[in-house]
């Protein structure tokens, strides 16, 4: 069983930057891939960017290539996402979850965070 919480988010100018956290429970963190997927209102919750279990591969979709960064630190059980150049259209709920793949699709995470919002003003 792996509890996940988020934060970090919060309200931001376009332009600027945030860095969510996502702090996992259980010895088990460092043996699943991690994800960050999000929703908008009135939208399907879509795959942001993806990481190994050792952070030796990451995926992005191509909507935040170049501008947002994953990484995790496995000593203390926990992935981020550092977010730049935000812009109005990546305003949404940001969830984090555990799979035993890497993988962009949500079907295959076993365990989600409760999400944090993120707003981006113009």
């Known amino acids: 069983q792996v509890q996940l919480v988020e934060s970090g988010g919060g309200l931001v100018q376009a332009g600027g930057s945030l860095r969510l956290s996502c702090a996992a429970s259980g010895r088990t963190f460092s043996s699943y891939c991690m994800g960050w997927f999000r929703q908008a209102p009135g939208k399907e919750r879509e795959f942001v960017a993806a990481i190994s279990w050792n952070g030796g591969t990451t995926l992005y979709a191509d909507s935040v290539k170049g501008r947002f960064t994953i990484s995790r630190d496995n000593a203390k059980n926990t992935v981020y996402l550092q977010m730049n150049s935000l812009k109005p259209e990546d305003t949404a709920v940001f969830y984090c979850?555990?799979?035993?793949?890497?993988?962009?699709?949500?079907?295959?995470?076993?365990?989600w965070g409760q999400g944090t919002q993120v707003t981006v003003s113009s």
């Open positions: 979850a555990a799979s035993r793949v890497l993988t962009r699709g949500p079907l295959s995470y076993d365990y």
